[in-house]
């Protein structure tokens, strides 16, 4: 569900009109609802009730300061993956205690400032990463009250079923220590005195479209805490993760009640905490790339429409053959979509290319996708652009990055301004 729908043939984000938008603040921009976040994080937090999970939302997926700030006053946690990341949540006041911090390359700098915020748990990736903050913990944490904690990121090894590039869960992966080197890993620092590793994480990956690998990853999980607990050691929390589906395509993926039907089941009674890391399934659709044709022209058989957002704006599709639903933002009534989907054919519609700007073979947005007639200053909207969307965007071609806006009802502002020639160069003067 998301609040970007047609009224009378024209688009609208919640209550506004896409081209109002389009007139005052250009093209392309990422256009949020604030609502939809709203509503995606609230029907986790309920899905999950019963186990009081710590939600913590990824920010690589969406990490613009006024979206986070809506997530952090609606008592969403994050998670990061880099001290950039760390700095733009304690920018908008993000309580530090639900901060936990994945990456495999965490560097000594990034690992004193979680340190000093007091975040809530690293999630360790190697034993020499937990040596490293160890190490690190022993000169920089602040007073005993400040143990730190850790949470092991294991590789459950199943099959997540994504494009190879966003599966993380995999023995072959760089992510994680394999299950059997766990209990060796809390033998060796479980009892630790300035680190306490007491929680295990996984994350398995993103893109994918069904609960079984998560079912699978707990079934797995689970005997090993019980392994650890019978070894004496503190399991007190387990983290799955993110890369729950996201509904790119209409009515596709599992909604985070089947999600939690699923999991909560396994879980209950067991004693953990769960702490969860939704990203995509939370932002993907609270955003649409809002974009102009610049130009159509024929090439050989194929059709093209030119827009003016490429792949240095939305990276998706040319990294990993990532589906976006992409429509004019206004037709007529007999265009009104009935569902976003890959196989939409509409009589009279024409099936085109959708590609931008940039001088490169793999700038396209969409292919042989069949749309409604477009001609040169139409504004179409890219759907389900509110993860990994602005976050990857570059500066590619001497690009400015788009604009980034927030509608609110039936109001709008900008919340990222759009980058011009000079900020562009300001780091080179
Ligand atoms: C990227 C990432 C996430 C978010 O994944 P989504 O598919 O966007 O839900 C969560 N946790 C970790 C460790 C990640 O790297």
Same mark, same amino acid.
């Given at each position: 569900?998301?609040?970007?729908?047609?009224?009378?043939?024209?688009?609208?984000?919640?209550?506004?009109?896409?081209?109002?938008?389009?007139?005052?603040?250009?093209?392309?921009?990422?256009?949020?609802?604030?609502?939809?976040?709203?509503?995606?994080?609230?029907?986790?937090?309920?899905?999950?009730?019963?186990?009081?999970?710590?939600?913590?939302?990824?920010?690589?997926?969406?990490?613009?300061?006024?979206?986070?700030?809506?997530?952090?006053?609606?008592?969403?946690?994050?998670?990061?993956?880099?001290?950039?990341?760390?700095?733009?949540?304690?920018?908008?006041?993000?309580?530090?205690?639900?901060?936990?911090?994945?990456?495999?390359?965490?560097?000594?700098?990034?690992?004193?400032?979680?340190?000093?915020?007091?975040?809530?748990?690293?999630?360790?990736?190697?034993?020499?990463?937990?040596?490293?903050?160890?190490?690190?913990?022993?000169?920089?944490?602040?007073?005993?009250?400040?143990?730190?904690?850790?949470?092991?990121?294991?590789?459950?090894?199943?099959?997540?079923?994504?494009?190879?590039?966003?599966?993380?869960?995999?023995?072959?992966?760089?992510?994680?220590?394999?299950?059997?080197?766990?209990?060796?890993?809390?033998?060796?620092?479980?009892?630790?005195?300035?680190?306490?590793?007491?929680?295990?994480?996984?994350?398995?990956?993103?893109?994918?479209?069904?609960?079984?690998?998560?079912?699978?990853?707990?079934?797995?999980?689970?005997?090993?805490?019980?392994?650890?607990?019978?070894?004496?050691?503190? &399991?007190?929390?387990? =983290? !799955?993760?993110?890369?729950? #589906? +996201?509904?790119?395509?209409?009515? @596709?993926?599992? /909604?985070?009640?089947?999600?939690?039907?699923?999991?909560?089941?396994?879980?209950?009674?067991?004693?953990?905490?769960?702490?969860?890391?939704?990203?995509?399934?939370?932002?993907?659709?609270?955003?649409?790339?809002?974009?102009?044709?610049?130009?159509?022209?024929?090439?050989?058989?194929?059709?093209?429409?030119?827009?003016?957002?490429?792949?240095?704006?939305?990276?998706?599709?040319?990294?990993?053959?990532?589906?976006?639903?992409?429509?004019?933002?206004?037709?007529?009534?007999?265009?009104?979509?009935?569902?976003?989907?890959?196989?939409?054919?509409?009589?009279?519609?024409?099936?085109?290319?959708?590609?931008?700007?940039?001088?490169?073979?793999?700038?396209?947005?969409?292919?042989?996708?069949?749309?409604?007639? &477009?001609?040169?200053? =139409? !504004?179409?909207?890219?759907? #389900? +652009?509110?993860?990994?969307?602005? @976050?990857?965007? /570059?500066?590619?071609?001497?690009?400015?990055?788009?604009?980034?806006?927030?509608?609110?009802?039936?109001?709008?502002?900008?919340?990222?301004?759009?980058?011009?020639?000079?900020?562009?160069?300001?780091?080179?003067?």
């Amino acid at each position: 569900m998301d609040l970007f729908h047609y009224s009378g043939g024209v688009l609208l984000a919640e209550g506004v009109d896409v081209e109002r938008i389009a007139a005052q603040a250009g093209t392309p921009a990422y256009i949020y609802s604030k609502g939809t976040f709203e509503d995606h994080l609230a029907k986790i937090q309920a899905a999950y009730r019963e186990l009081d999970p710590m939600i913590c939302f990824s920010v690589k997926a969406c990490g613009n300061l006024h979206v986070l700030k809506v997530m952090a006053e609606r008592g969403s946690g994050f998670d990061i993956v880099s001290g950039g990341e760390l700095y733009r949540v304690l920018q908008v006041g993000g309580d530090p205690a639900k901060i936990v911090y994945a990456g495999v390359g965490k560097t000594d700098d990034e690992i004193i400032e979680a340190i000093r915020a007091g975040i809530g748990y690293f999630n360790i990736e190697s034993e020499q990463e937990l040596e490293n903050l160890i190490r690190l913990a022993e000169r920089h944490a602040a007073g005993d009250e400040t143990m730190l904690k850790a949470a092991l990121r294991v590789n459950p090894d199943v099959d997540y079923r994504s494009h190879a590039y966003l599966e993380t869960g995999k023995r072959e992966t760089k992510f994680g220590v394999d299950i059997e080197r766990a209990v060796s890993v809390f033998d060796k620092y479980g009892g630790g005195s300035t680190v306490r590793l007491c929680a295990i994480h996984v994350h398995l990956g993103t893109g994918g479209k069904t609960i079984d690998p998560f079912v699978d990853a707990v079934k797995k999980i689970l005997p090993l805490v019980d392994r650890l607990r019978e070894k004496g050691h503190t &399991v007190e929390a387990l =983290d !799955l993760g993110g890369g729950y #589906g +996201a509904d790119y395509e209409t009515e @596709t993926v599992p /909604s985070a009640e089947q999600y939690a039907a699923g999991l909560v089941p396994l879980l209950r009674g067991k004693g953990l905490r769960l702490i969860l890391e939704p990203g995509k399934s939370i932002c993907a659709n609270a955003a649409i790339l809002l974009t102009r044709v610049l130009y159509t022209k024929q090439g050989g058989s194929k059709k093209f429409v030119i827009v003016d957002a490429g792949m240095n704006d939305l990276i998706r599709p040319s990294l990993y053959g990532a589906f976006h639903f992409i429509w004019p933002a206004r037709v007529d009534a007999r265009f009104v979509p009935t569902a976003r989907n890959k196989d939409l054919h509409m009589g009279g519609g024409e099936v085109v290319d959708i590609v931008g700007p940039i001088c490169e073979g793999a700038d396209f947005l969409a292919k042989d996708r069949c749309i409604p007639p &477009v001609q040169r200053g =139409d !504004l179409m909207a890219v759907f #389900g +652009a509110g993860a990994y969307g602005f @976050t990857m965007s /570059s500066n590619y071609n001497a690009r400015g990055r788009a604009t980034e806006i927030l509608v609110e009802g039936d109001s709008f502002r900008v919340i990222r301004r759009r980058e011009t020639y000079e900020d562009m160069v300001a780091l080179e003067r």
